[in-house]
């Protein structure tokens, strides 16, 4: 509609503050349509604008997934989506109509990184530029308008964007709309950040985090995951909603059992079809990311995970159990100290990740492999300090025939070392460069965990742990290159077994 239809859809500057109560109501027939929808979802189709994707200004019509988001979109939201599906924009536009219709308002936006966010706070941008000049100089009128905030001095209220980078984000606010966005990509600190932003939102306001997939871990999987305990709504919009995904006069040809069963289950056209192809063939194992098919595998099949994660899955699909469990669960057995096949006691070696102890920190790890096999034996990890970590390691080491022990000797395990050698002065220590301990460095490190990654895809039945498969699958490449435990995830067990398996390597004098 144009500012016409606008002005007699909202008579006046006091009737359109009123309709900030209003804003859940079911509209009349005239204004919806003929349609049941509420009064926010006419006034975004009514009065705001956006660019489509092939960059001509129109106004918004709900899409599928946006009216179906609309329809049971609740105060607390986790949207799992496809690529593109409209979701941040309608997220965007109905926070915006509450921040313009109800006075005192602060809503709230955070993105991954800064293009991102600004990318978003365009759309938002151009709500306000495109809106009847009738508002934009009365109650719209602004006291700050740029890359981060629009603030409204009439009604006291404010829109404002930012990154997720800040893990202080929201201290000091009250917000009253939280849309946050891409939260399976936000960085490794995610967690501190959503839970600073979420603890400045009052049991009245609204939350809303949405994302594509990047993996099974990290913060956006763990709020997936635990909705239904945290009291969230979830929502899954497939890639097929988008009724643009489809790709006309190409002949599919012959299908697969797969394909078939998507045509038979969600009545996939064949056009859709070759569109999944191509997407398949530009996108690899990232189509699953880009866009998701269901609300399990797109997680399990995508993000830069460093390991196989089909042989993962496949692993911890068998749900391999230790033959003991000692110290509270802490630390498992999976195979008991044996004789070599020539009688000769055999020989073993400790991979040591140590941490602080805090129980709301890292975990400290030991990972024990058979030196010969480099089959994994035993497993500790738990939340000791380095005196209590440096007992249990000891007494296995001890157990199995006097093992060689390489703690990581960065930042804690100076500490582990210290405790090993004074009270388990007859421990087998490893040394590396004359000093006792490993060190873990920019040469060392990406060598160890391809080391792990290359036995990993030839002998996975050599690893047992499902905490381990667990880490393996949340172990990610970053946008610098580097790689490590996604957001929210841990990578001790990883860390301490590509150590071990680095002793290994390095004692057998050849790649293992």
């Known amino acids: 509609m144009g500012d016409v239809d606008a002005v007699v859809v909202v008579q006046g500057l006091k009737e359109f503050l009123q309709l900030g109560g209003m804003l859940e109501d079911r509209a009349p027939a005239e204004f919806g349509r003929g349609k049941k929808v509420a009064v926010r979802d006419v006034?975004?189709?009514?009065?705001?604008?956006?660019?489509?994707?092939?960059?001509?200004?129109?106004?918004?019509?709900?899409?599928?997934?946006?009216?179906?988001?609309?329809?049971?979109?609740?105060?607390?939201?986790?949207?799992?989506?496809a690529r593109q599906l409209g979701i941040s924009t309608y997220v965007a536009a109905r926070f915006f109509v509450d921040t313009i219709t109800r006075p005192g308002t602060l809503t709230v936006q955070v993105a991954h990184d800064q293009e991102s966010a600004e990318q978003i706070f365009r759309i938002v941008h151009r709500f306000l530029e495109t809106m009847p000049e009738l508002f934009k100089s009365g109650v719209l009128r602004t006291s700050r308008a740029n890359t981060r905030q629009l603030v409204f001095p009439e009604l006291d209220s404010e829109y404002r964007v930012g990154t997720a980078a800040d893990p202080n984000a929201g201290r000091g606010l009250t917000i009253h709309n939280l849309h946050c966005s891409e939260v399976a990509r936000w960085p490794r600190d995610g967690a501190a950040t959503l839970a600073s932003l979420r603890a400045a939102v009052p049991p009245g306001g609204c939350v809303t985090l949405e994302s594509t997939p990047n993996g099974a871990g990290g913060v956006f999987y763990d709020e997936w995951q635990r909705a239904e305990i945290t009291g969230y709504t979830r929502h899954f919009f497939p890639w097929w909603w988008d009724k643009t995904y489809r790709r006309e006069g190409m002949n599919v040809g012959e299908t697969t059992d797969?394909?078939?069963?998507?045509?038979?289950?969600?009545?996939?056209?064949?056009?859709?079809?070759?569109?999944?192809?191509?997407?398949?063939?530009?996108?690899?194992?990232?189509?699953?990311?880009?866009?998701?098919?269901?609300?399990?595998?797109?997680?399990?099949?995508?993000?830069?995970?460093?390991?196989?994660?089909?042989?993962?899955?496949?692993?911890?699909?068998?749900?391999?159990?230790?033959?003991?469990?000692?110290?509270?669960?802490?630390?498992?057995?999976?195979?008991?100290?044996?004789?070599?096949?020539?009688?000769?006691?055999r020989r073993y070696i400790i991979g040591v990740d140590p941490a602080g102890g805090g129980a709301d920190g890292d975990y400290a790890c030991a990972q024990l492999i058979e030196r010969d096999s480099g089959i994994q034996v035993a497993e500790l990890r738990g939340h000791y300090n380095p005196e209590q970590l440096a007992l249990r390691v000891a007494d296995l080491a001890r157990e199995y025939n006097n093992a060689l022990v390489a703690v990581e000797r960065n930042?804690?395990?100076?500490?582990?070392?210290?405790?090993?050698?004074?009270?388990?002065?007859?421990?087998?220590?490893?040394?590396?460069?004359?000093?006792?301990?490993?060190?873990?460095?920019?040469?060392?490190?990406?060598?160890?965990?391809?080391?792990?990654?290359?036995?990993?895809?030839?002998?996975?039945?050599?690893?047992?742990?499902?905490?381990?498969?667990?880490?393996?699958?949340?172990?990610?490449?970053?946008?610098?290159?580097?790689?490590?435990?996604?957001?929210?995830?841990?990578?001790?067990?990883?860390?301490?077994?590509?150590?071990?398996?680095?002793?290994?390597?390095?004692?057998?004098?050849?790649?293992?």
């Open 43 to 81: 006034l975004i189709e009514t009065l705001l604008k956006i660019r489509d994707k092939e960059g001509r200004l129109r106004g918004i019509t709900l899409n599928r997934a946006q009216r179906e988001y609309a329809q049971r979109a609740t105060r607390r939201n986790v949207v799992l989506k």
């Open 258 to 345: 797969e394909e078939r069963e998507l045509m038979r289950v969600y009545d996939l056209q064949p056009e859709q079809i070759a569109f999944r192809r191509e997407m398949k063939a530009n996108f690899g194992r990232r189509c699953a990311e880009e866009f998701a098919e269901d609300a399990t595998t797109c997680f399990l099949s995508s993000g830069e995970c460093v390991f196989d994660v089909d042989l993962i899955a496949e692993r911890l699909a068998k749900k391999m159990k230790p033959i003991e469990e000692r110290d509270g669960g802490r630390i498992h057995i999976y195979w008991p100290v044996t004789m070599g096949d020539d009688g000769a006691p």
């Open 411 to 512: 930042n804690h395990g100076h500490a582990v070392l210290a405790h090993l050698n004074l009270s388990q002065a007859f421990v087998n220590v490893y040394s590396m460069g004359g000093q006792p301990g490993w060190i873990t460095s920019a040469a060392t490190r990406p060598m160890m965990l391809e080391n792990f990654a290359s036995i990993l895809r030839r002998r996975p039945d050599l690893f047992s742990s499902q905490t381990l498969f667990q880490e393996c699958r949340t172990f990610v490449r970053h946008g610098d290159g580097s790689s490590s435990a996604a957001g929210g995830t841990h990578d001790d067990t990883v860390m301490a077994m590509a150590i071990a398996l680095a002793v290994r390597r390095e004692r057998a004098g050849q790649l293992q």
